[in-house]
């Protein structure tokens, strides 16, 4: 399905192999190659386990031979997943690689909803889940995603197989007595690299067209490699990485970085602050690649977090949103962390604050590109028209690792990227030319998106459902300020005439009955006679936006609830 994918021109492909960027090996290719490499160094820690390379690979080697042998996937195939972190999340995720499987990373809190949209869209047949993560009902989802013949074969792992298809155990156990010779990841013809993709990541919301990027193997082995080297990743470098696996972040901050460099992954379950103190207590990391900055400020209020000896921390990457400063400067001196600041995307583009950078630009912005190819403009929103450095605007990136074009849609492409491929992040940002060099902040939003800590909610997805309530006339998603996850959901809902109002709770039910992701649920409903509008006639959120913060530092300032 190559002729949906949007490649790269033959000039930016000859000039990034050129230079050494890219490889000409498949993105699988270049993870065994590493693997061989630091073969019997430690590659995983998750629930007390560790994996050496071979260990790892092997595994994934054999779930590959299974997945084949059994006619679960075919070469080329998209595969859905929906874990957990658990060790069975990278071997499978390698193990479709080898398999020549293109693996399309969702989240464990994602529902029957989005799972089944992205399935119709990418063409995935089979999903690949978690038994026993959040009490079964990752199975439950599958169950029901299978009765209703959205997938037609579900791999379970850590549990009994569901329906027809083995389950990963099976699988496994198939793939050790299969013979061990090529899988088709070799077979993989390089020339075909710069338009072939190796995984499918979740961009944005699921409305009627997701917004699904799709990373190529050579741009994607790069991101990988460009990000550890920024972070000076090596072998005796330990990363712990508390946030989902499966999701563009956790592969490519943590999962992949650490094989090109061969470091040491330590996979947190979750996380909660006793989680990641016992963990960081346990295995001293020297690097956590993505902290959210309520996670940050969960840790300066842990008791436990004040007495604990993090000394060992030599790189804590601040990323999802900006951090304040104070949260900073708190980190410093209470806790002796040394804040970096990232700002990353599915699409591709990471930036990251130098280690010896000042506090000036550690604190302020989110750094510079990872990789000397990287290309950023700041454009004048709606125009290609670049502003003056110092000036808002919108960031847009190109590059040798960000994309050239979301998969199967011609239509967001139309107005997400230049006419020279340039991707329109929807970020305000704007450009500080400094004597330590040229670094970016982060200044605000022109798309519709509500950062919920890590997790963005696309308003127009949540707005989409919500007016199928009978009851309801209208709706509007906008954010609301909270000081630990930066940004919370609230609904303003104009009812039918005699309707009695939605709440909370009875709005969660309406969306959650469509199979939307509890994330994503409003934490806040305000029921109005109508929405206020902008002089072209679109609803001004901005002044939805001021009503609610006006109302949550009211009830502050009385004592009430936030």
Same mark, same amino acid.
């Given at each position: 399905m190559t002729s949906s994918v949007t490649p790269y021109d033959q000039a930016s492909v000859a000039a990034y192999r050129e230079a050494g960027l890219w490889t000409g090996q498949s993105l699988p290719a270049g993870l065994v190659a590493a693997a061989e490499r630091h073969a019997a160094r430690t590659a995983l820690i998750a629930e007390g386990r560790a994996w050496t390379f071979t260990e790892l690979f092997e595994e994934a080697r054999r779930l590959a031979a299974g997945l084949i042998g059994a006619e679960v996937v075919r070469p080329g195939e998209p595969v859905m997943f929906q874990?957990?972190?658990?060790?069975?999340?990278?071997? #499978?995720? &390698?193990?479709?690689?080898? #398999? !020549?499987?293109?693996?399309?990373?969702? &989240?464990? %809190?994602?529902?029957?909803?989005?799972?089944?949209?992205?399935?119709?869209?990418?063409?995935?047949?089979?999903?690949?889940?978690?038994?026993?993560?959040?009490?079964?009902r990752l199975r439950a989802q599958a169950g029901e995603l299978l009765a209703d013949g959205v997938i037609t074969s579900v791999v379970i792992c850590r549990g009994e197989p569901l329906g027809t298809t083995p389950g990963y155990a099976q699988l496994i156990e198939a793939g050790a007595t299969a013979p061990a010779g090529k899988l088709p990841y070799l077979d993989i013809d390089p020339r075909l690299t710069p338009a072939l993709p190796a995984v499918f990541q &979740?961009? /944005?919301?699921?409305?009627?067209?997701?917004?699904?990027?799709? +990373?190529?193997?050579?741009?994607?082995?790069?991101?990988?490699?460009?990000?550890?080297?920024?972070l000076e990743m090596d072998t005796g470098t330990r990363v712990l990485y508390p946030l989902p696996l499966m999701h563009n972040a956790g592969i490519s901050l943590g999962l992949q970085p650490a094989i090109f460099a061969g470091s040491t992954l330590v996979l947190a379950p979750s996380a909660d602050i006793g989680t990641l103190l016992d963990l960081m207590q346990e295995h001293r990391p020297q690097l956590l690649p993505l902290v959210?900055? !309520?996670?940050?400020?969960?840790?300066?209020?842990?008791?436990?977090?004040?007495?604990?000896?993090?000394?060992?921390?030599?790189?804590?990457?601040?990323?999802?949103?900006?951090?304040?400063?104070?949260?900073? $400067?708190?980190? +410093?001196?209470?806790?002796?962390?040394?804040?970096?600041? %990232?700002? /990353?995307?599915?699409? /591709? %583009?990471?930036?990251?604050?130098?280690?010896?950078?000042s506090e000036a630009v550690r604190h302020h912005t989110v750094g510079a590109p990872v990789s000397p190819a990287d290309e950023v403009r700041i454009l004048?929103?709606?125009? $290609?028209? $670049?502003?003056?450095?110092?000036?808002?605007?919108?960031?847009?990136?190109?590059?040798?690792?960000?994309?050239?074009?979301?998969?199967?849609?011609?239509?967001?492409?139309?107005?997400?990227?230049?006419?020279?491929?340039?991707?329109?992040? /929807?970020?305000?940002?704007?450009?500080?030319?400094?004597?330590?060099?040229?670094?970016?902040?982060?200044?605000? +939003?022109?798309?519709?998106?509500?950062n919920r800590g890590v997790e963005k909610i696309f308003a127009e997805e949540?707005?989409?459902?919500?007016?199928?309530?009978?009851?309801?006339?209208?709706?509007?998603?906008v954010a609301?300020?909270?000081?630990?996850?930066?940004?919370?959901?609230?609904?303003?809902?104009? %009812?039918?005439?005699?309707?009695?109002?939605?709440?909370?709770?009875?709005?969660?039910?309406?969306?959650?009955?469509?199979?939307? #992701?509890?994330?994503?649920?409003?934490?806040?409903v305000e029921v109005v006679a109508a929405l206020p509008l902008t002089n072209v006639g679109k609803v001004a959120k901005n002044k939805l936006r001021e009503d609610v913060t006006a109302k949550l530092a009211e009830a502050a300032g009385a004592g009430g609830p936030q």
């Open positions: 874990l957990g972190n658990v060790a069975e999340t990278a071997v #499978a995720y &390698l193990g479709c690689l080898l #398999a !020549a499987a293109q693996p399309v990373c969702t &989240l464990p %809190m994602h529902g029957t909803r989005e799972i089944g949209l992205l399935a119709r869209h990418v063409g995935a047949r089979t999903l690949i889940t978690q038994d026993d993560f959040g009490s079964g &979740l961009s /944005g919301g699921t409305t009627g067209l997701p917004k699904v990027a799709p +990373r190529l193997h050579e741009e994607y082995a790069y991101n990988a490699r460009a990000w550890a080297a920024a959210p900055p !309520a996670l940050a400020v969960r840790l300066l209020e842990s008791p436990r977090a004040q007495a604990a000896d993090l000394s060992g921390v030599r790189d804590f990457v601040v990323g999802g949103q900006r951090l304040a400063v104070e949260v900073a $400067e708190r980190l +410093r001196d209470e806790l002796g962390i040394r804040v970096r600041q %990232m700002f /990353g995307m599915a699409e /591709g %583009m990471f930036l990251v604050t130098p280690a010896e950078a004048e929103p709606g125009t $290609e028209d $670049e502003v003056a450095d110092g000036t808002v605007g919108e960031f847009a990136a190109r590059g040798p690792y960000t994309i050239r074009g979301y998969y199967r849609a011609e239509a967001h492409n139309r107005s997400s990227f230049t006419s020279d491929g340039f991707y329109r992040t /929807g970020d305000l940002s704007r450009r500080h030319v400094t004597d330590e060099g040229v670094f970016y902040s982060i200044d605000g +939003r022109i798309k519709d998106v509500i949540v707005e989409e459902i919500i007016v199928r309530h009978p009851d309801v006339v209208t709706a509007a998603l609301m300020p909270d000081r630990v996850l930066g940004e919370r959901a609230c609904a303003y809902l104009v %009812m039918e005439d005699g309707a009695g109002p939605l709440t909370v709770a009875t709005l969660g039910q309406h969306l959650l009955g469509h199979g939307l #992701a509890k994330y994503k649920l409003p934490e806040r």
